[in-house]
């Protein structure tokens, strides 16, 4: 099948054209800067959302088209309103309506859990604005769809805007962790290739017009991720609580206001939580001490 990855240059986005491309599809990647884990099999396509001739191009020929676009980062959205709004849902408008001229067999969306709920701020709203919009082409164009809304992510390749890429480098750098809420706040991370493996499956049949959660299977409050950071490391670290009510992220759940059900999917095996922060915390000590190896959980020193 041919498939075009808006945003598959990202952190989520590379991980899905890795497996759709495993799996045997051929992958274009449509994104502002090309991939740094652009494979041989794969055709990059560097442009904006926003340029029509980029989008129409980016789809021409392919079976399905995922969009992994736009301004991801709740802070970021906040600081920034009016790109959130413009590349986030006029950016999904302007793929929709191309898609719909092309009659593009299905529309893959990545969404957010903080749809549910008042958390979130303007990353929640353009989220559940596209969601509508997605809704409403099926409805009156026939355009099939499928919205997948994530949880917390993580894994390799994320940048510190990812919480816990940011929590193990502060760890490992300052022996202390600031958070924006409390510790008893609670998160279902999920690991990118969970994540990914659970992406390959919605292209199924069974998938058209649904609505499907992604989520980990480890529900965990943030203080005893904190607690499992510092035994991996073996030290005691120093949590900051800041408790921001404004900080637009939710304590225990992200349901408050319910739209469309989304049916959870979970692949078969998945990620150990305290497994995939042992790798986050190689790859970041990689990063800081070049001069130094790991090699299953144990650092050593490279050869001269």
Not at 47 to 54: K, P, R, S, V
Not at 176 to 200: C, F, K, M, N, Q
Request: glycine share 10%.
């Amino acid at each position: 099948m041919k498939i075009t990855v808006f945003g598959g240059s990202g952190f989520l986005g590379s991980h899905i054209c890795d497996t759709l491309s495993s799996a045997g599809h051929a992958v274009t990647i449509v994104d502002l800067r090309p991939s740094d884990w652009l494979r041989p099999d794969q055709v990059m396509l560097t442009g904006n959302i926003l340029d029509e001739e980029t989008v129409r191009t980016g789809i021409d020929g392919a079976d399905m088209v995922f969009n992994y676009a736009g301004i991801a980062d709740i802070g970021e959205a906040n600081n920034r309103p009016v790109d959130t709004a413009r590349i986030n849902v006029v950016g999904n408008v302007m793929l929709l309506d191309a898609c719909r001229k092309a009659k593009i067999k299905r529309y893959v969306f990545a969404s957010s859990l903080y749809v549910y709920g008042k958390s979130g701020g303007f990353y929640r709203c353009s989220k559940q604005a596209c969601e509508i919009y997605i809704e409403n082409y099926q409805a009156m164009h026939n355009l099939p769809y499928t919205i997948l809304r994530y949880g917390s992510l993580y894994g390799p390749r994320a940048d510190r805007r990812n919480a816990i890429h940011r929590f193990v480098h502060e760890a490992l750098t300052t022996g202390s962790i600031t958070y924006y809420g409390s510790p008893t706040a609670l998160r279902e991370y999920v690991h990118v290739d969970d994540a990914s493996t659970a992406t390959l499956a919605v292209l199924s049949k069974e998938f058209e017009n649904q609505n499907i959660i992604i989520s980990g299977n480890q529900p965990m409050r943030v203080g005893d991720l904190f607690k499992m950071i510092g035994e991996i490391l073996g030290r005691e670290l120093n949590v900051i609580y800041q408790d921001d009510p404004n900080s637009g992220h939710y304590q225990i759940t992200p349901y408050a206001f319910m739209p469309k059900v989304g049916r959870k999917l979970m692949p078969p095996l998945s990620v150990d939580l305290g497994q995939g922060i042992l790798r986050v915390m190689e790859e970041e000590h990689k990063a800081l001490h070049p001069d130094q190896q790991v090699a299953g959980g144990y650092l050593l020193p490279t050869d001269d």
